[in-house]
């Protein structure tokens, strides 16, 4: 007998990519489906794609904002599937993704959660770089899924779960990050978690760095409400699996080795290692290298200089291999920028989050509905 599957696609405004992810969906052989649309606020491109599809699809608008969290439980209440699909509104199902859904049943059998591979249409500069973001998400949840069966976070741009299990949990909760919330709620009730890479979902990156600010803003205070919120089961979670939740932090953040060992590694440690190092280096190689000449601002920076070097060497090591294995593409150039740039931005907006939230501070200024 086949699992019953109810789609859900939130929509705030319009989407370019809701037409052909309908098309796809509609499209697609499994029968045992129904599919709902809600749009908050809609403009008439979006009331163009609801006459083309309203004889095969389920919407619902709303002319005000209602945010994601809150129509999403409320259209559950109102399907009957067995397997609850959520996806995102910027998202489609890749054409490699062949009896998507049917693949999906098969894969949830023996899960109560199921996470599909998530990459970036390369369509823009931003994009591409965007994309080694997904990677390390994407990696992460992999790893979590292998090493432990359940997940602490997850990307809800595409994932699905079985009705009994979004039940248990009480469905969304009204925060900023509701996707990462109700898997940290699913691991601590250990519920079976399956990350699927065979299974590809391609979404839709900001469209310029403001726009990209703004989002990560907004993950960055959400991700620091959800740390405050769930801080002592995380930390119990950081206790009983160390060798799970450390290296996910280092590959989710590239520039967090870096930043803690500049923090943290005594000035007096240093200049000595790389005073001996010189005088080394003078002696084997004749070099004029005489270290009474380094100021102890040029130690500092050589010092950063070769951590920096080794640390990304390391990293793209590492991300080279991973994108090979979970079918993403690599380019030496882009992920230097990643590395240099984008992850220390990215790790210095989650810092002033945290300081923001612990402080206390209100003015978050997101645009965000809970």
């Not at 491109?45 to 999403?72: H, P, Q």
């Not at 089961?233 to 932090?249: A, E, R, T, Y």
């Not at 943290?264 to 270290?291: C, F, G, N, R, W």
Request: aromatic share 14%.
């Amino acid at each position: 007998m086949s699992l019953t599957f109810s789609i859900f696609i939130p929509v705030y405004r319009e989407s370019d990519l809701l037409k052909p992810l309908l098309e796809r969906l509609l499209d697609d052989p499994y029968k045992e489906k129904e599919i709902f649309v809600v749009i908050d606020e809609p403009t008439t491109k979006s009331l163009r794609t609801v006459r083309e599809f309203s004889d095969s699809v389920y919407f619902i608008w709303n002319g005000e904002r209602k945010g994601k969290a809150n129509v999403l439980n409320e259209l559950v209440t109102k399907s009957k599937g067995e397997v609850l699909l959520f996806l995102d509104a910027d998202t489609l199902i890749d054409e490699n993704s062949d009896g998507f859904l049917h693949r999906i049943a098969e894969e949830i059998g023996d899960a109560d959660i199921i996470e599909m591979k998530k990459k970036v249409i390369r369509d823009s500069f931003l994009a591409r770089i965007v994309s080694y973001d997904y990677l390390s998400f994407n990696f992460t949840n992999f790893f979590f899924s292998r090493k432990l069966g359940r997940c602490l976070g997850l990307n809800g741009a595409a994932f699905a779960i079985k009705r009994k299990a979004f039940e248990e949990l009480g469905g969304f909760r009204r925060v900023i990050v509701e996707d990462l919330d109700i898997a940290t709620r699913s691991f601590i009730k250990g519920l079976k978690y399956k990350f699927v890479k065979d299974i590809s979902i391609s979404t839709k990156a900001p469209s310029s760095w403001s726009k990209w600010f703004e989002q990560r803003k907004r993950w960055g205070i959400g991700s620091a409400l959800w740390l405050k919120d769930h801080f002592h089961n995380i930390m119990k979670i950081v206790k009983d699996h160390p060798g799970v939740l450390l290296p996910s932090l280092l590959f989710i953040f590239p520039s967090l080795p870096f930043f803690l060992f500049t923090l943290l590694m005594p000035d007096e440690l240093y200049i000595k290692a790389l005073y001996v190092s010189m005088l080394v280096l003078s002696t084997q190689a004749s070099l004029l290298l005489p270290p009474m000449a380094f100021t102890s601002t040029s130690l500092a920076f050589m010092r950063n200089l070769f951590v920096m070097i080794g640390s990304f060497g390391a990293y793209s090591t590492v991300f080279y291999v991973i994108a090979r294995k979970i079918g993403f593409i690599f380019n030496p150039v882009e992920f230097m920028i990643f590395y240099i740039v984008y992850s220390p931005v990215w790790l210095l907006i989650i810092i002033a989050s945290l300081i923001k939230v612990y402080m206390g501070l209100k003015n978050w200024d997101i645009d965000w509905k809970v």
